[in-house]
């Protein structure tokens, strides 16, 4: 078995969600597969799905699909278009600091476990953000404390930020649901059916 946890592209109901009719990738696979991804979830429930789901069960490998920095810390009263291009420099840490956080942690946990993984950036960790930030944002990952303990070898892309030579999954994403709707389509799930499993970190 393994594991999926994510964010809405690899919903488990993804033709529901999107009301598309859209094969999510994870059900082409003919290996039995435990996804616990949701819609609109940050990194915070992603790590916490990923706990909850290996208890009591034999895991061949777990795949993490890490989703948009800012939802950790999203505030209800905010839409987050607005906020991001108004993000404080201390909102902006400790938004950075909480994910990196939960990174590590996660991999901790997966190692002590003798668990095989795989982490992806699946999108943009900030989206909206002025081009003034770029620089912060690539300043303050590479200057993380976590930063050198992150295992490069086991989480695709990293340091993510384009400008520190990182990836995101997003960025091999060869359709979109429609030009409003920016959601994987189904070429894109058709190609992460294709290659996750089988090439993984040689993506």
Request: proline fraction near 3%; include cysteine.
């Amino acid at each position: 078995m393994i594991i999926v946890a994510g964010d809405s592209n690899h919903h488990p109901k993804y033709s529901d969600y999107t009301k598309n009719n859209i094969s999510v990738w994870t059900d082409m696979l003919d290996i039995e597969v435990d996804n616990v991804s949701k819609s609109g979830v940050g990194n915070d429930f992603i790590c916490d799905a990923v706990l909850r789901s290996i208890q009591q069960k034999q895991i061949d490998h777990v795949y993490v699909f890490w989703s948009e920095w800012y939802r950790v810390l999203k505030t209800p009263n905010k839409e987050s278009q607005e906020w991001l291009q108004t993000i404080s420099d201390e909102e902006f840490k400790q938004i950075a600091n909480l994910n990196i956080n939960l990174f590590y942690s996660l991999q901790s946990a997966l190692k002590q476990m003798n668990l095989n993984y795989t982490f992806y950036q699946d999108l943009w960790p900030w989206p909206h953000m002025k081009i003034d930030k770029m620089f912060e944002a690539a300043k303050f990952i590479i200057q993380h404390p976590l930063y050198d303990l992150i295992d490069k070898d086991r989480f695709w892309g990293w340091p993510i930020h384009p400008d520190l030579g990182g990836r995101c999954l997003s960025n091999l994403q060869h359709d979109q649901l429609s030009d409003t709707n920016s959601h994987y389509g189904q070429k894109t799930h058709d190609f992460l059916a294709k290659n996750i499993i089988d090439k993984g970190m040689s993506l």
